[in-house]
């Protein structure tokens, strides 16, 4: 049967297009996008042009939501994007628009109607702004927070020893002293606690790749199950089967982006996750008189931006940011003082990433794979497996050069030249590996610096996830697909184990302490021994950095309502881990291990599962409805911890409840044409459509879908 020009559903829901060339197929996947999941593109274009105020909800909350949009000004850059487009590129988003242009003119979401939202055509800038907000909102965000949480700590009195035990080795250049003179327009904790903002939802990843000198198969595996936020519907990610002419690739995509962002073509395969990479850096600018100063002598005026916030049935709001060479200022330089000015390095970019996620669907090597992937602006730590038996892993984006000893994490004057960014760091310096001896590499958040010639990491998440999938991976030299799919659901943490061997000699004779000395370190739902250790977990912070640094109040405010200590608790495990630390007050780490057991001693323990019941939420309705009308799904109960292979967290951040866990699951043997999948969700958005949570039981037991290019049922109408 010719495919060409149509698209059809398989049993799952899953998209399939079949283009009679590249430029085909990807109208088709425009298509399909704004069919399936046209309000999320739309709401995520509303929010990108900061101008959910105007079409959404003019409340004070939203008009900060545009303002910090307005402020990182993407919607404002792109026009200049587009002309860096390779003509291929440039063709394949216009098709793509064109695509979902059509569908929008079929039928707008009918959602728009309740906020009297007629949507402007979309256009290839809206694409080059969503590669912009999936690179930094979820993902590059996270370091500029830290690097903020350094000042405040520093402002809040914390001394040098304690800073250096908590940031080793990349405090070079830190200027306290001056550090203490800059305002802060905003902070991550209220000054009656100390702490305020919460950090924005972030992402993890588990990725990995295996020889075939290890699989039973003979050839190389790839399993990649991207963390972000799940408790939110539609799921992030869109999965389609695309045939362009004599081509096909199998995977998912983000609607909006035209292209396969992760999964196979029939000689290649890939999967992404976040590497930590510092790309984000901040200047002390002294102002005054709506300048900044630069050495010898030298007053410099800032180019001030203006933009106007809509708002619904309010006056609208003027808001000026001023800009210079290190980036946007926060604060307004017509009052003398220190303020800070952040960049992005990626900030202004794109053209490069879509360039790249075109021409990924032609590879057929590791070599090429790493080659593009490696050029992409965004940073991610990239695995690739190819037919002929090769492995690689590459990190891409672009990170800044800065002058020796000078790790990017602490803010520098603006005013000396010696402190501005020197270009940027080539792709074949950044980490990489080709086909390494051990026969696997995993790449799960952990540093990876010892892999290339630069060092983009100076703040990242605990090796205990990687470490506990490379010691199963080492283990078996048989391994298969169902291997992979039980590790993607392993609730095994090495962190425990490493308290507990310090923690077990000092436990009372308790009923409950038995529990937690029988415990097998598994973060499963029936497990008592997890929710007595995570309570003893949580008590070390408040004994430690409570009352030795930033208060009672300010740790359970960050455990609480930050992603502090959900992403970087690498930094002050070394600490509790410590046998004596600065930290300690005095005390010894026994003293402090016993009296935070005692505590969660003291009430009955709970089931972990018990704790961890969370609501998947429609994106615009937000739990506002009748539950019976079922936008919202669950509530469901999330496994895992924040050091297990399958990672589960919950906190409260803005004001409502996220989570941070697979959203995606994706397993692909290269002995095998077929794509295995599960996702936390389905494939569309429209709330009475039979896909709208369609894989959500599959990814809550652990089952597995496969995606062919030639389904074993009969394709289905694409409704």
Partial sequence: MDDSGKIWRDQNGVCHIGGADKPEAFRLMGYAHAKDRGMQMLVMRILGQGRASEILDSSDEMLSVDKFFRRMNWAGTVAEEVGKLTAEAKELNEAYCQGVNAA?????????????????????EDSILFLRMIGYLTLAQSQGEMERLLIEMVQAGMDRERLNELFPGILGGMDMDLMKKVRLEERLVPPASLWNIAAPVMMASNSWVVSGEKTASGKPILANDPHLEINRLPNVWYEVVM?????????????GVAGLLIGKTPELAWGATYPFSDCTDSWIEKCKDGAYFREPDEWVPFQAREEIVKRKKKDPVKVTFYENSHGTLEGDPNEEGYYLATAWAPGSAGAATNNKFVEIFDAKTVEQGMKLLGELEVSF????????????????????????????????????PEN?????????????????????????????????????????????????????????DRLTREDMYRLQFDVYSIQAKEFMKILAPLLPDSREAEILKNWNFEYDADSKGAFIFEEFYRNLYREVFGKNGFGSDAVDYMYEHTGVFTDFYLNFDRILLSAQSAWFGGRTREEIYRR????????????????????????????????????D???ITLVGGRATPHQGQIYESGGRQTTFAPSYRMVID???????????????????????CSDLENWQLGQYKKISVTPDQTYISFK
């Avoid at 045939?243 to 609607?255: E, F, L, N, V």
């Avoid at 969660?600 to 409805?625: H, Q, S, Y």
Wanted: proline share 8%.
């Fill in 104 to 124: 929008f003119s079929e039928k707008i979401p009918w959602e728009c109607r309740l906020f009297g939202y007629k949507p402007e055509p979309w256009r290839v």
């Fill in 243 to 255: 045939k362009a002419g004599d081509r096909h690739g199998i995977g998912a995509t983000m609607p």
């Fill in 381 to 416: 730590d990239w695995v690739i497996v190819d037919t002929r038996g090769n492995i690689g892993y590459q990190m891409s984006g672009l990170v800044p050069k800065r002058r020796d000893g000078i790790s990017g994490f602490v803010a520098l004057p603006g005013w000396k």
């Fill in 420 to 476: 501005a960014w020197q270009g940027f760091e080539k792709p074949e310096d950044l980490p990489r590996s080709y086909n390494p001896e051990c026969g696997y590499f995993v790449a799960a958040n952990q540093d990876k610096n010892e892999y290339g010639e630069a060092d983009p990491t100076n703040v990242g998440m605990g090796a205990y996830r990687s470490d506990r999938i490379a010691q199963v991976l080492a283990a078996n």
């Fill in 596 to 631: 935070a057991v005692e505590d969660a001693l003291t009430n009955p323990p709970k089931k972990w599962g018990e704790t961890r019941k969370v609501l998947l939420k429609n994106i615009v309705f937000d739990a506002k409805m009748p539950k019976f009308f079922g936008f």
């Fill in 633 to 635: 799904r669950g509530p």
């Fill in 670 to 692: 290269m002995a095998e044409a077929e794509v295995y999948t599960n996702m936390a969700g389905g494939p569309s958005d429209r709330r009475f459509s039979k896909w709208y």
